[in-house]
């Protein structure tokens, strides 16, 4: 098998070939640093990159296969974590030049669970600054850019492990989602991107942004290989405090079970909100694919939808402004201007009106849960736009001109708010050759249905096998 077919090979296929000893680790690896090493200067996924470190662990994991000792489907596989990912011994600079110094002295729980599947850090990927942004913009380590065209966005804030993972210098990358930044550069880079249910993953050892916001995810190729990692990732941890005591099922056994019957919610609000009209084509398109499986299509109202970006914003504001004050004292001028101008906002939202947001989302959770009582899943566009061109402040939808963070966190902040699962899937390009994205919902602690639903789309198309060509 060639060095490119390794880089894009799923999880799945990997593992057989490594536990069938058709493969090594140490090939794996070293044809993902030669892919890194190709397409790292136009990309600029990484903020850290282990070789030396990855190489040696693909040794031992070489030796363990062949004495015997196979850990599952994760073992030899190359992992990125986004660089607010704590790791032992490897610096963690949550994206400035700040903590370009700051060696944590011990992993993050969901480091430690991938190092103990045998899984390979191959390194710490490039992200927006202290996460607080959606476009993949960093003045300190540069910025990240789109594997399908360069001068696009990548999207953010895990703009790093989007690049990494859909160019093929990654198998499986980690990202976090506050307020879409696992599925906003999944999908402008055309890859699988979950954000689990709130309190699945632990948090501990991230660097926050907001506390009740936060969702690390992983960021992957198919829908499989999401599912096989999180049953790695997830589980009750004492050490995140908002961790949930959960039993965790296997992830991958509700994959190729049959989506018939099956009641599918098109959010009406999602549709009547700016919208690219070719976005808007291709993603009810895929939608009657699925109707085309079996499923049943209603359409429903997400009645507070029109409040989610305030909601998210209030709360979004001002628990990142706490948790940040003391830098903004301390190191204010160091900041990416963008960003300390959102950290200061939020020093200016006073208590009242972030229990006035806590108040609202507690209503809107519960009109989205009703939700649930007559649908199993929620779908809609992930995105209004294909990726923009980057530093773009503004973007314009058909006629109507938005910020480019209101516009490309439009449809995932909902989900953030209700701390529920929501994936992004490729399903079609744009006539420029840029990714679109279908995003599916469904209820806490549902990602057994999420992953069916969109296993069943994956399935029955070929988006998710379609490569960029890296100038």
């Not at 549709?271 to 398109?285: G, K, M, Q």
């Amino acid at each position: 098998m060639t060095g490119e077919n390794l880089c894009y090979s799923s999880v799945r296929e990997l593992s057989e070939l490594v536990s069938h000893k058709k493969v090594s680790p140490v090939e794996i690896i070293e044809a993902h640093l030669d892919r890194i090493s190709q397409t790292e200067p136009v990309l600029n996924s990484f903020i850290t990159l282990l070789a030396d470190e990855a190489r040696d662990a693909a040794k031992r994991a070489e030796s363990m296969i062949n004495k015997g000792t196979y850990l599952g489907p994760l073992h030899g596989i190359p992992v990125g974590l986004k660089d607010l990912f704590n790791t032992g011994g490897v610096k963690t600079t949550s994206g400035s030049r700040i903590f370009d110094n700051y060696v944590p002295s011990e992993d993050c729980t969901v480091a430690s669970k991938f190092r103990a599947a045998g899984a390979i850090l191959i390194g710490k990927l490039n992200m927006h600054q202290f996460a607080y942004g959606p476009t993949g913009e960093n003045p300190d380590y540069g910025h990240m850019h789109n594997p399908w065209d360069p001068e696009k966005i990548t999207g953010g804030s895990s703009g790093g492990s989007g690049s990494a993972a859909a160019s093929g210098q990654c198998t499986i990358t980690m990202g976090s989602d506050t307020g879409g930044s696992v599925r906003i550069p999944s999908s402008f880079c055309g890859i699988v991107g979950l954000k689990p249910t709130y309190g699945l993953v632990s948090r501990n050892g991230l660097t926050p942004l907001s506390w009740c916001l936060d969702h690390p995810g992983p960021m992957v190729r198919t829908v499989e290989d999401a599912a096989l990692t999180m049953n790695v990732i997830s589980g009750f941890d004492p050490r995140d405090v908002a961790s949930a005591r959960v039993k965790v099922p296997d992830y991958t056994e509700t994959l190729g079970q049959s989506i018939k019957g099956m009641k599918v919610g098109l959010v009406k609000q999602f549709f009547d909100a700016p919208l690219d009209s070719e976005v808007e084509n291709i993603v009810r398109v895929a939608i009657s694919h699925l109707e085309s499986l079996g499923a049943e299509i209603h359409e429903v109202s997400m009645p507070m939808f029109d409040q989610s970006q305030a909601i998210s914003g209030t709360i979004l504001m001002c628990e990142a402004a706490a948790y940040h004050r003391d830098l903004l004292r301390d190191h204010a001028d160091e900041l990416y201007l963008p960003v300390r101008l959102r950290l200061e906002s939020g020093l200016m939202i006073t208590a009242a009106d972030y229990l006035k947001a806590q108040q609202a989302r507690s209503l809107f959770n519960a009109s989205v849960d009703a939700l649930y009582e007559h649908v199993d899943v929620l779908v809609g566009p992930s995105q209004p736009i294909t990726a923009p061109t980057l530093l773009d402040q503004s973007v314009e939808i058909n006629g109507t001109r938005l910020g480019t963070t209101a516009a490309v966190t439009q449809y995932s902040r909902p989900y953030n708010i209700t701390g529920t699962p929501a994936i992004t899937i490729p399903c079609g390009f744009s006539t420029s050759g840029m990714p679109i994205g279908l995003q599916i919902a469904g209820k806490a602690f549902a990602e057994p249905t999420v992953f069916k639903v969109a296993h069943a789309y994956e399935s029955t198309t070929e988006w998710h096998r379609q490569h960029p060509e890296i100038p």
